[in-house]
């Protein structure tokens, strides 16, 4: 807890300088202090884009900048709808572009051409890769990977086991993040005793679960019910579609299986027992320190960032937040704790049991 506190003093201390700015009526051509911000997001698969980081991004720059306008798209996970996006936010005079990319490597186009426009561009949560870009704000993803390997291996060992097969079902191919994920997941499973299965890395197309599931059925059909000991699912959607193959199949209690984005359903999943921890990226201070970032550009001030990560094109000004495991022990110490979901939420009636065996309740 003492790192989120940390988070916590530093993004108040940002926010206050922020606000600063805006009472100062510094901007660049906005009128009245204001400006046009398009906010570009990469699907909705992920239950915490609609219902988290958009309204969490749209109310802070309301709070810091009431003249600015949010100019706001979902890509649904086509990298073509986000280029048409960008395309005709800039061409309605959006002044930054805060892009969280289908295709990290394809969205290289749509920097190049905010670049040529004289329009920043906000690199949101997930990397655009060999492209200019002026801030990275995130997760340390590699650490998100390195968690949720070592969480998985620490449940094993508890369990008694100390070696066996571990079905790896990693995140999509086109999106970078899920790369560091896998590159964190490795670091903490390949010298664990375990062997991760098949080679090479399988990663789920789009990142849907109806992917995943239909993955992890092929697996049970090779290795057997018992084949193996557990799951890397990469997030909360890949091990809702595990789990719900290994469901399919009968086998009971499910091997542990890891996931990501604390998502209900998962946070439900975890108090019955079917999926083991969840990684909790907090929500509200990334989209907080987004929109933060977003306003300070519309008015001209370029804030500078605690640390750098290389895209390919050069050191990216980068704001990376602090990921936190969550299992049956800390639900209520975590996202119960940040009003992520009150208790009631999750603890309705095909849960209330073990909510109240989880002392939820």
Known sequence: MRKRDLLAVATA????????????????GGGSGGGKIALLLPESQTTRYEQHDRPLFEAKVKELCPDCEVIYSNAQQDQSRQQQQAEAALNNGAKVLVLDPVDGA?????????????VPVISYDRLIQNAPIDYYISFDNERVGQLQGEALVNRLKELGKTSGDIVMINGSPTDNNAKQFNKGAHSALDNSGFKTVPTPDYFTPEWKPENAQKFMEGQIAQLGKDGFA??????????????????????NPVPPTTGQDAELAAIQRIVSGDQY???????????????????????GNKPTAGKTVDNGSGAI?????EPVVVNKDNIKDTVVKDNLYTVQQICT?????????????
């Not at 990469?234 to 719900?244: E, K």
């Not at 095909?350 to 309740?361: E, I, K, M, V």
């Open 13 to 28: 201390s940002f926010l206050a300088l922020t606000v600063a700015g805006c009472e100062s009526g510094s901007n660049t």
């Open 106 to 118: 394809a969205a290289g186009t749509i920097a190049s051409l905010a670049k040529s426009k004289g």
């Open 230 to 251: 557990g799951v890397y699912a990469a997030n909360d959607g890949t091990a809702g579609g595990a789990i719900a193959a290994m469901r399919a199949a009968g086998i």
């Open 277 to 299: 921890m969840t990684v909790y990226k907090a929500f509200k201070p990334e989209a907080d320190q987004a929109a933060t970032l977003a306003v300070d550009l519309v008015k």
């Open 317 to 321: 000004p980068s704001f990376l937040l």
């Open 349 to 361: 009636g095909a849960y209330a049991a073990a909510c109240q065996a989880a002392g939820l309740s």
